[in-house]
């Protein structure tokens, strides 16, 4: 059954680059291949591929010269849905997708730190695949005054882009605190990571564009597979 949650083929395709040019992958100036050769190699229409270049000649980060080709141009600062997504393959690059597993109303624990105003939150579990690796757990608390109710159906892979379209929330800032944490007993089976074990661990407090915290989350990772990558210009 197709996932409901996937992006369009086309922004599955320019994420992909957008990480991979975020990655050192493709270089700046690199020429990339013919654009039926691109669109043969990554399994889409070129139709697909061509609205997919087209968001990144929109970001800045390609140049279209006609009868020379597509050439890579680097961004002062990451851009892409995933722009705040700072786990990536250990090669580098790999698009996140996500696997819903839960999505709650319930109260907030107390161990966590302050953000909203509302005594309960949308807990919201997925498993992430980088790169198709599903090697990421992710359980993200949204502030109960965003939104009345959650429909699982709504939610989109990129969660700042189901706040933004859906709930007119912008995140604009994001706290991350790095260790290691003992994977919780909800992992499902298809998982690289086993309940009980250490894992890489990141917690993140997430501010709206007016400064307030709306958004917390928890993150284990399989270091074997992904590591935590934050670039500074």
Known sequence: MPDETALPRYLQV????????????????????????????????????????????????????????????HAPQELGLYAFFRLELVEGGGLPTAELITVERRGKEPAMPD????????????????????????????DGAAVAEIDRSDLSESLYLYYRERLGLVI??????????????????????TSGETAGFIERVSQAADGARVEY???????????YVARLR
């Open 14 to 73: 320019a994420e992909t680059l957008i990480r991979e040019i975020a990655a050192g992958r493709l270089a700046d100036g690199a020429r990339l291949p013919p654009e039926r050769e691109m669109a043969a190699e990554r399994e889409v229409s070129v139709g697909t591929l061509r609205k997919a270049l087209a968001r990144l000649e929109e970001a800045g980060l390609l140049e279209r010269i006609q009868g020379s080709g597509n050439y890579v141009r």
């Open 115 to 142: 953000f909203g105003p509302a005594p309960e939150g949308h807990r919201i579990r997925r498993l992430r695949r980088i790169g198709g690796i599903p090697a990421v757990l992710e359980e993200i608390w949204l």
């Open 172 to 193: 604009t800032r994001a706290e991350d605190r790095l260790g290691v944490a003992p994977v919780p007993d909800w992992v499902p089976g298809a998982a690289t990571l």
């Open 217 to 227: 989350s928890r993150t284990w990772f399989d270091s074997r597979h992904v590591r």
